[in-house]
Structures are given as C-alpha cells and as structure tokens.
C-alpha cells in the first residue's frame, strides 16, 4: 500500500485489495470482480449502510448487497420512491402526494386531499416513472446546514420535512436531488434511477399500489394480496390522526414540546379501548349465534397477550365469561420440535405444537368436559401440570391466543359459527414526513428488544440476529392467514415510538462497531433520532406498552 492508496477487505469474496484514495464504491465493486449475482444496490461500510457514490479514504470492510438483502431491498424501494414522487410532481406540481404504509405486498399512496385516483391517473404517473428511469438520471446526495434546509423545503412546499427537520435537532441535513427536484429520505438511494429495472403501479381503493419485485425472485414482481381487514384498520387509525392534526413525526414533535403529550397518550388510549369495546359487543352479538371461541392470532411483538386481558375485562361488561388458553402451553416436549431446513429446532411451525392433544382439550372444552390446563416451561422445554383445571359453563368464552391461531388446520375440528377470530398486529401509522413511512416490522422489533432485555435477559445482539428467523415464521405461519379474520385490531399508537426511544437506544448501544448486528443496530438509532422523547409516567397502567415497558396492572 502507498499514500494514494488505501487497502479494501471485500466481504463478499474475502479478498483484500488496493483502490485509489477516495475511489468510490462502485468503482470497488468492479474492482473486485463484480461478486453479486444482481446488481448491488449499496454496501456495508464497516457495518454501515452507505451509497455506491460513497468514497472511501481508510481502509475498511466493505459488504456489496443486492436487492435479495434485507439493506440492498430498502434501497431500492426508496429510489423507487424517489421516481413516483418526482413523476406526480411532474404530473400535479399542485397536489400535496402521500405514501403512507405497505399493504398487499406493495406500498399504498395517495393525494392527500383523498380524492379518488382514476385509472387513467395511475397510468399516466406509470408511464412518467418510466421514462425517468429510461432517462438514467443521477440521484446526487447533497449536505447543507440544517437551517438552509428548513427554508429550502418550505420554498417548494416541503412543510412536513421543514418541520421533521426543524424538529429533530441535527445540525446538518442530507438530501438527493435529481435534475432540479430535491426529496428527503432517512437512507441512502441508489446512483442513479437506471437501476431501477422492474415496479408496478395500479389503482387501489382511493390512491394506488406501489408493486415492487419479489425478494426471493427480483425479476417477478409480488402479486398483489386483498388486505381489506388491514387496509379498513389504517384508515381507521390515520383518519384520527388527522383529526388531531399529528400526520407525522414532525407534528408529533412540536405537540410534544406544546406541552400535548398527555392529551396525545390519552386520545391514543382511548382509541384503542373503545376498539376493544366494540370488538367485546361484537361477540357479544354473535354468541347468540353460536360463538364459543375466539381466536387472537399476530405476529411477534403485537401485544397479543395485553390485548386478550383487556378484551377479556370488556367481555365481562357485555355479560360473558372468558376463559384462557395459551397455544404455547401445547408445544411439544422440545425433543420431539421439528428442526427447519437448517437442523435448527423450528419453534414458528405449527407442527411445534401438539396437535392430537390440543385437538382433544378444545374438544372437550367446547362440550362443557373438564380438562387439566398444561403449562410448558421455555427453560426446560417440558410441558408440567400446574393443578390448573378449566370448564366452560353457562355465558362461558373461550379465548384463544397464539401465532397459529388464525390457521384454519388448527380449528378444522370445530364449527365456523363457534368461532371469532381476530389479527392482532402494530399497524405503524404515523409517518416520518409525507414520502417516509415506517415499517411495521420496525416497531415490532423495537418493542421486542426492550421486552426481551427486561424479561428474558437477552441482549440486543441477540435479538436482532433470531429477528430473520421470527419474520421467516411470520412469513409462513402467519402472514397468509392474517385476512382470515372477523376483525382486526391495530396495536400500534401514535406516540408510541417516542416513548419507546428512551429505553431501546442504550440496550442497542450495547451492540459493538464489529458485531454483524451492528449494522442494524446503528439504522434504529438513526431513526430513532426523528423522536422527541415522551416519558413514561405519562402511560396508562393499563397501557399495551405497559407488556414491553413494564410497570403496568396486568400480570405477564
């Protein structure tokens, strides 16, 4: 190595090499070889995420992704985004455009004012989009002192990321550009909009589909999959939000600082109760037609467990008995878990659970018999008998909670006019600014690791290298039955993530600069940042958050 070189260790092919000072890193990843089956989106820069345009002036560890990684996939779909709000700017310089959350395997977006797109709309922002992309036209990152930013974006119409902005306290601001239009993202694009090769636009509900190509299979896009349920959910929660005048995290930040938290938390609060209330009446209703069982199903982090316990208090109100059963008292001794493909065991199967007894217990509880309740200790991996016994009487209900609850394998023994069934899941509304949306998985997983640092004893590190293994379950055992529902029931709430910051950035601080979770860790603290802190005290002890926090009434 000399003064005008730097030496690169490229992860990907484990080889060094020598590259020039301040090459960048796609100049790099032709260095080494092009080692990608497609074509990279970004790299991992000493763990952390940058943009092929960036330069590298010390030697470091570099990790080219594509779109089949989880880091090379969000690239993408942000450049992609930065194409559809550049061709609706094109198209209706005027019109304030939203995205707002993923739905159907793609990300909904609308006008903001909610008239309805037309089909000939749709085809004509299409079309745009194409031929921005056929242009090739670089996406130039562009840093500036924040207060330059603020009047920047509020000269075009920007107000949402003035005030994001304004709100978050950074000293410097980082943008992209593209010929003269300029947009915001909390992460990096790819060089160009020539790299985007495949996306689909069509009409939905009152806006449209944004389709993006499958992660398993990038030149095929994602069939699109009916999410009524959970599309009825997000507008139910966005149109409080509005209501109340928070339509993102820079509005959330300054009702903070008005002094609003509690009114915030409490509207929140009440939101969710009178959800529960009218999910309690419903089957309230429908026990005079026969229901026996209700069925609560969600993936990791949903708030599952707070939620069957207040919905259990509102049962009693409409006169009715609830009685629980946990499906994770039903898992197999762990010597008898099916191992996945890995010969790991593989605890998100349905196979996990004892089905021939589970079948005979819901059997017998739904005919008035008596059975003895198991328990399953996590530590052991032994089911035990506790004493605990369990009989349906007279105004009695069952309530059933577990991932698997939704799979119509585990209730195929039992009448549908017996059951209710219900998706539990954190619907994340509220959104960074009108072009940045957060992902649900995001929220789940921040509420994870808290919990799973408070009450298990695991460490960031920990579980954010099991995460991939939970969402691979969810995408399975979960995901496909999620619209097989009576209802659904949105977890999430507006002020949630604000409370959240305080207790997960020092668990995630834990992870080390050389830990391969590293790199995840340092993009939720990033996001994180966007939060202006709301303490805790302001929660209700009955709070949903009160299950990840502590502190709370229940008993976990």
Request: glycine residues 6%.
């Amino acid at each position: 190595m000399t003064e005008e070189t730097i030496t690169i260790y490229c992860e990907n092919t484990q080889t060094t090499l020598e590259a020039p000072v301040g090459t960048t890193l796609l100049d790099i990843y032709h260095l080494a070889g092009e080692p990608l089956k497609y074509r990279p989106m970004s790299a991992r820069v000493n763990r952390r995420v940058e943009g092929l345009d960036y330069r590298c002036y010390t030697a470091v560890d570099v990790e080219f992704v594509d779109y089949t990684h989880p880091a090379g996939f969000r690239t993408y779909v942000r450049s992609l985004c930065f194409v559809l709000t550049r061709a609706v700017n094109d198209l209706y310089p005027d019109t304030t455009f939203d995205l707002e959350h993923s739905i159907s395997k793609g990300y909904f977006c609308a006008f903001d004012d909610r008239r309805a797109m037309s089909a000939k709309q749709v085809a004509q922002i299409s079309q745009r989009m194409q031929e921005i992309i056929d242009a090739d036209i670089p996406f130039t990152p562009k840093t500036i002192r924040t207060n330059d930013a603020i009047e920047m974006f509020r000269s075009r119409g920007m107000n949402d990321k003035a005030l994001l902005i304004e709100t978050t306290g950074m000293a410097y601001t980082s943008y992209y550009e593209m010929d003269s239009y300029v947009d915001y993202f909390y992460g990096c694009l790819t060089p160009s909009s020539g790299y985007i090769n495949l996306f689909g636009l069509i009409p939905y509900e009152d806006g449209m589909l944004l389709q993006v190509p499958r992660r398993d299979y990038p030149t095929r896009l994602e069939e699109p999959v009916r999410q009524d349920s959970m599309y009825r959910a997000y507008k139910e929660h966005l149109g409080l939000q509005r209501m109340m005048g928070i339509n993102n995290v820079g509005e959330l930040n300054r009702a903070v600082a008005n002094g609003e938290a509690r009114r915030i938390v409490m509207v929140s609060e009440a939101m969710q109760e009178k959800q529960i209330a009218r999910i309690a009446e419903k089957i309230g209703q429908r026990y005079n037609d026969g229901v026996r069982v209700v069925l609560i199903a969600g993936p990791s982090s949903s708030g599952k467990t707070t939620f069957c316990k207040r919905l259990e208090i509102q049962l009693v109100t409409n006169l009715l008995t609830p009685i629980g059963i946990s499906l994770d008292d039903y898992y197999l001794n762990r010597k008898n878990t099916p191992r996945d493909e890995n010969g790991d065991y593989d605890f998100e199967s349905l196979y996990a659970i004892d089905l021939p007894y589970f079948y005979s217990d819901l059997k017998k509880l739904i005919n008035g018999e008596r059975i003895d309740v198991p328990s399953f200790n996590f530590e052991t991996g032994e089911r035990f008998y506790s004493g605990r016994t369990m009989q349906m009487h007279d105004r009695s209900v069952l309530i059933l909670e577990g991932i698997h609850g939704l799979n119509p394998e585990l209730t195929a023994s039992v009448s549908p006019s017996c059951l209710f069934r219900i998706y539990v899941s954190a619907l994340t509304t509220i959104s960074l600014d009108g072009h940045n949306w957060i992902p649900t998985s995001d929220n789940r997983l921040l509420r994870r690791l808290i919990r799973d640092h408070r009450s298990r004893g695991y460490s960031a590190k920990e579980t954010i290298a099991m995460w991939p293994r939970i969402r691979k379950g969810e995408d399975r055992w979960i995901f496909p039955f999620q619209e097989n529902v009576d209802t659904t029931f949105n977890s999430a709430m507006i002020y949630e993530l604000a409370v959240l910051r305080r207790y997960v950035e020092p668990i995630l601080s834990g992870i080390r600069e050389m830990d391969n979770e590293s790199a995840e860790a340092y993009r939720l603290l990033r996001f994180l940042r966007y939060f202006n802190y709301i303490p805790i005290e302001e929660l209700f002890p009955t709070s949903l958050l009160r299950e990840f926090l502590g502190g709370g009434n229940f008993t976990y």
